[in-house]
């Protein structure tokens, strides 16, 4: 079993940042595509940033240019530096990986439990 666990998220005021990372633990080979959403009270959960094992990133048109994507696969760790939020930025963010364990020969897709965002106008 692989566990994502997601930490940095708090309160902040618009135009501040935070920076949120997201550890795997487990019986994990490697990690492929690492990701975050987010979801809104009321709205779907939207992709915000992904990036490959290579580091081919892409962003919401939202966040893009504001948010940055990066990873450390040496620490299975994903990271998102989140720089001018704003209130629009609220959200319950999410991280996503798809692993390949140590004892499969495919990949599974893992979700983290979320950490709160929350931008005050």
């Known amino acids: 079993q692989v566990q994502l666990a997601e930490s940095g998220g708090g309160l902040v005021q618009a135009g501040g940042s935070l920076r949120l990372s997201c550890a795997a633990s487990?019986?994990?080979?490697?990690?492929?595509?690492m990701d975050w959403y987010r979801q809104a009270p009321g709205k779907q959960r939207e992709l915000v940033a992904s990036?490959?094992?290579?580091?081919?990133?892409n962003y919401a048109d939202s966040v893009k240019g504001r948010f940055t994507i990066s990873r450390d696969n040496a620490k299975n760790t994903v990271y998102l530096q989140m720089n001018s939020l704003k209130p629009e930025d609220t959200a319950v963010y999410y991280c996503?990986?798809?692993?390949?364990?140590?004892?499969?020969?495919?990949?599974?897709?893992?979700w983290g439990q979320g950490t709160q965002v929350t931008v005050s106008s």
């Open positions: 487990g019986s994990i080979r490697s990690i492929n595509d």
């Open positions: 990036i490959t094992k290579g580091r081919s990133t």
């Open positions: 996503h990986g798809r692993v390949r364990l140590t004892v499969a020969l495919r990949e599974y897709d893992y």
